[in-house]
């Protein structure tokens, strides 16, 4: 990235501040909640982590700060390609222990064209995405992105399909800010869902509505710790803990 320069971050390691972009910070309740549930895991062996549409892998570099540097694994999962190298600028250079995969997550595996472009995080699906949540705002948005040829051809995975190919099956910590698409993951993840797989989810919301459908699916196996709706242009937040745990 030209133009860059380093900063320290909250969680101690450092991060890209650019004359292009600029990277979406955590909110202090997203921050009080990962740092809550880090503390209840602190007596894994090892903590293993999927981050859902990284960005520049915030969350990473936050597990690998709480854990003192070892006893984790983390996955982070990028659809778009720009960010991938910003992850792993941010990941890779800083020794993060992080798989880095360019993928979007939904509901079946394939292929798919995803929005690219320099608006700060907020990339989807092209087509399928949630707008405010509504589906037809998510659509026009994604013609437009057709039209100005800002899509890139990626690998879709679902959260089952993309687990089987890691060594650990179980997720401690799931955490997503994937712009819509978190319905559609989680209905990816029913295999993992229904055999306990995952023990703690935290969803970045972008529509109350979506706060509603999530909750649908979660409540019969997971307890509701947090749910706040989006609003004034804020994202929302869910946290669910696994009734089991």
């Known amino acids: 990235m030209n133009n860059t320069e380093w900063v320290r971050d909250w969680f101690g390691y450092q991060r890209h501040i650019s004359t292009i972009h600029e990277p979406e910070q955590p909110c202090e309740e997203e921050i009080k909640w990962f740092k809550w549930i880090v503390g209840e895991l602190r007596k894994s062996g090892r903590v293993v982590l999927y981050e859902i549409g990284s960005g520049y892998g915030p969350w990473s570099m936050a597990l690998a700060s709480l854990r003192n540097g070892s006893g984790y694994k983390c996955i982070a999962v990028e659809a778009n390609p720009d960010y991938v190298q910003l992850t792993k600028d941010h990941l ?24 690219t472009d320099y608006i700060p995080f907020g990339q989807a699906i092209t087509l399928t995405g949630r707008i405010k949540g509504s589906r037809i705002l998510g659509i026009i948005w994604g013609l437009g992105h057709i039209i100005t040829r800002h899509t890139a051809r990626v690998n879709m995975f679902t959260l089952d399909y993309l687990s089987e190919q890691m060594p650990s099956d179980h997720i401690d910590i799931l955490q997503m800010d994937i712009q819509g698409a978190e319905v559609k993951a989680i209905v990816g993840a029913q295999d993992l869902i229904n055999h306990n797989q995952i023990s703690y989810i935290m969803i970045g919301t972008h529509h109350k509505s979506l706060n509603a459908e999530l909750s649908k699916m979660l409540s019969e196996r997971y307890v509701n710790l947090c749910d706040i709706l989006p609003m004034h242009g804020k994202d929302g937040l869910q946290v669910w803990k696994h009734k089991r745990i």
């Open 92 to 115: 890779e250079g800083q020794k993060v222990n992080c798989t880095i995969i360019n993928a979007a997550i939904s509901d079946h595996v394939g292929t798919c064209r995803f929005n």
